[in-house]
C-alpha cells in the first residue's frame, strides 16, 4: 500500500532501526519505546490488522511469530517478554500495518488496559 508507513519501512524507503529482517518479515526497535527492549515485528506484505488474519493469509502472521521467538532467542529474553497487537481503534492501533511489539527488559505490569 502507496500510503503506509510501516510499508514504506519494509521496503527501505523510510529508514528504520532494525534488528531483524528475512524475507517475509522486518523488526526494527519502536521509535518511542514504552520498556528497556521496544521491538516491532512486521510482515513486508500488508496485512491492515490481526482482525484481517484469514487461512489464505495465516502463513503471513505465522512468520511474524517465528521471528517474534527467534528474535528473543538472539536478544536473549530469557526474563521473558511481552507481545502485544493492537487491533482497530479501540484498542488504541494507530498504525494500519498489521506489527507485533515485543516489550521486555523490565518487569512489566500485570494490567492489560
Ligand atoms: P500501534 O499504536 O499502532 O499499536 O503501534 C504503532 C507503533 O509504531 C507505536 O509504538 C509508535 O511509536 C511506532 N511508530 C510510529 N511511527 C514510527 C516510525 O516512523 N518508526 C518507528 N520505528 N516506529 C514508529
Ligand atoms: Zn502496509
Same mark, same amino acid.
Given at each position: ?23 517475509? &518479515? ?10 528497556? &527492549?521496544?521491538?516491532? &515485528? ?25 521471528? &517474534? ?45
Amino acid at each position: 500500500m502507496s500510503d503506509c508507513l510501516f510499508c514504506k519501512i519494509a521496503a527501505g524507503e523510510i529508514p528504520s532501526d532494525k534488528v531483524y529482517e528475512n524475507d517475509d &518479515v522486518l523488526a526494527f526497535n519502536d521509535i518511542n519505546p514504552q520498556a528497556p &527492549v521496544h521491538i516491532l &515485528v512486521i510482515p513486508k506484505t500488508h496485512i491492515d490488522s490481526v482482525g484481517e488474519v484469514t487461512p489464505e493469509n495465516s502463513h503471513i502472521a505465522a512468520r511474524c511469530l517465528e521471528a &517474534v521467538a527467534e528474535i528473543a532467542r538472539e536478544k536473549d529474553l530469557k526474563n521473558g517478554f511481552r507481545l502485544i497487537s493492537n487491533c482497530g481503534e479501540d484498542a488504541g492501533q494507530t498504525v494500519k500495518h498489521m506489527h507485533f511489539h515485543i516489550l521486555a527488559g523490565i518487569p512489566l505490569d500485570e494490567k492489560v488496559k
